[in-house]
């Protein structure tokens, strides 16, 4: 073993700064490769993350950006809940509650503390979709009104004590899923992908000793909290406004208003959601762990997106939002479809600080994860029982520079993807009959904005069918002239019953035969339609980004 340092030159803290994201990214790949459901191994709807023993972010991998920093979050609530030395060599802890993690039920956070020598250096996390936790409806319900019907809620509970595994626990877990043995094969690859993170720091630990990875990252935690003062600080002072709404509440409700305020005082910033609605009926709350998770997401994404995120990030930002509202939600409010106001709302940070950030804010983009849930049973196995899950890809918003990307995943969910046809196919009985990119449904701009997705799925058994699409109300807008985008749509084709048309649906029984086709809105434009290069005009309609109608009623195209 070397010989430790107080001091560290800055060649050596490179290294580590790079092994402590490298360590991260080796969990991530461990998880996704070792997981049962496609959800996870195709989808990738995971993240993990290195902890320290203080519970600050030493590396965190590619994964859901919505996932920024709150894992560190559900530790430091664990531990102040308990204390930190609730947390014991050989603990695997698992948790799904809502009100700690944020996030939905379907959302396992699994920690695993790191010790040496008997003391604590760190921790291993990682959260994953596990398919069902025992919600009233397969997967997760669309239409719940309570925390109570989205599945079985758990507190930090060790699945591992002492190294041991807690097999009546494991089962009981097992044993309240619709599809237990797969929620048990996900379940350990993360422990699996935790056990990597454990491996790597000791070996890191090993190579450099202590003191040099304590001043190591500290000195990196220095260098980031400076680097987003300074970025702050260049923006000017004052306060900065947006606001937009949900189409309902999942329920039928009214729209559901989101208001956003922005304080830039000097090097430090607050984002404040007073205004918002108060918790709703419906499933769209969520906890306030995920909130500050979605805030950062939007900081990141305009204000210093080149660094990685570690324990010196968001020092100098504070998120306030009022217990017992939609952002800061308390039992027993529904927290099943959490994510689409966290999607509005990081959106909304970007419009907030677009008059003070124009060069770098973006139009709005489709903004939702847009999901869609087959299930049933397939009659090619034997009727097995199945549930698919997948978001769809949708337009991002025109920037200056650039336009906005066609059929990307959402902002919330960043690396999460819709699975391959081939995948999906010879999964599930149902046939994607067409996918593509939807001509003109992004907005017109000197920089346009990215078109939406549509994909047609016909079922090939009776199935039933759940569908969460969002963001007609408050479609993706364009900035500084730019257009706003199309927002989503969806029909039904039945066999021997009338077309219907609804972005909403829970447990919908139908028949085989059924086509349903979604279509996702696109992005928002960026610069007056006017100023757009005639060739890149051309090249939109010959690529079909575009039609000629569309490019004469908006640029004005004269062929």
Not at 45 to 73: H, K, R, T, Y
Not at 176 to 192: K, M, T, W
């Amino acid at each position: 073993m070397k010989a430790e340092n107080k001091q560290v030159d800055p060649v050596t803290t490179e290294i580590i700064r790079n092994a402590f994201t490298s360590i991260a990214e080796d969990m991530n790949a461990t998880l996704i490769r070792s997981a049962y459901t496609p959800v996870i191994y195709e989808g990738k709807d995971c993240a993990v993350a290195l902890i320290d023993a203080n519970g600050e972010v030493l590396g965190q991998s590619l994964g859901l950006p919505l996932f920024l920093g709150n894992l560190e979050l559900c530790i430091k609530l664990i531990a102040e809940k308990n204390g930190w030395d609730y947390f014991k060599e050989g603990d695997v802890i698992y948790t799904n509650d809502a009100y700690i993690t944020g996030t939905h039920l379907n959302d396992a956070t699994i920690i695993i503390p790191i010790f040496r020598d008997g003391k604590r250096i760190g921790f291993a996390a990682s959260r994953a979709h596990w398919l069902d936790v025992g919600a009233k409806d397969p997967g997760q319900p669309v239409d719940s009104h309570e925390i109570y019907q989205e599945g079985v809620r758990w507190g930090p509970t060790r699945l591992y004590k002492n190294g041991k595994a807690r097999d009546d626990v494991i089962d009981l877990l097992r044993q309240n899923s619709r599809f237990g043995d797969e929620l048990v094969g996900d379940l350990n690859a993360q422990i699996a992908a935790g056990r990597i993170g454990d491996m790597r720091l000791q070996t890191l630990y090993d190579r450099f000793g202590e003191n040099t990875i304590t001043a190591a990252r500290e000195r990196i935690f220095e260098q980031t909290r400076l680097q987003e003062q300074n970025s702050i600080a260049a923006i000017e002072d004052g306060s900065y406004y947006a606001e937009g709404t949900l189409d309902d509440d999942g329920l039928g409700s009214d729209p559901v208003p989101i208001k956003v305020r922005i304080d830039v005082k000097g090097e430090n910033m607050e984002v404040n959601l007073d205004g918002s609605s108060p918790q709703v009926r419906g499933c769209i709350n969520c906890g306030i762990t995920q909130t500050i998770a979605a805030v950062r997401v939007g900081f990141k994404h305009i204000v210093n997106p080149e660094s990685p995120v570690n324990g010196g990030s968001f020092q100098s930002l504070t998120v306030t939002a009022a217990p017992g509202s939609m952002f800061y939600a308390q039992e027993p409010a529904a927290c099943a479809w959490y994510f689409s106001s966290l999607g509005l709302l990081i959106d909304l940070i970007g419009k907030a600080l677009a008059p003070a950030l124009p060069d770098k804010a973006a139009g709005a983009h489709y903004g939702d994860s847009m999901v869609v849930y087959i299930g049933g049973e397939d009659p090619r196995k034997n009727n097995t029982r199945f549930l698919m899950v997948e978001p769809t890809t949708g337009g991002w918003g025109g920037f200056n520079g650039g336009d906005g990307a066609d059929s990307l995943i959402n902002l919330v969910n960043g690396s999460f993807r819709d699975l391959p046809i081939e995948i999906f196919e010879s999964k599930y009985p149902v046939l994607i009959r067409s996918y593509g990119i939807r001509t003109d449904s992004g907005g017109a701009g000197c920089y346009r904005g990215g078109n939406g997705t549509y994909r047609e799925y016909e079922l090939k058994s009776e199935a039933s069918v759940t569908l969460w699409f969002e963001r007609s109300h408050t479609a993706a807008w364009g900035l500084l002239g730019g257009k706003d985008g199309i927002g989503p749509e969806i029909s039904i084709n039945e066999p021997g019953e009338k077309t219907r048309h609804c972005l909403k649906a829970n447990s919908l029984s139908l028949k085989p035969g059924t086509v349903i086709k979604t279509q996702t809105g696109g992005g928002g434009g960026w610069g007056e339609p006017e100023k757009r290069d005639r060739k890149l005009i051309e090249s939109d309609i010959k690529n079909r980004y575009i039609s000629r109608e569309h490019a004469r009623e908006l640029y004005g195209y004269l062929e």
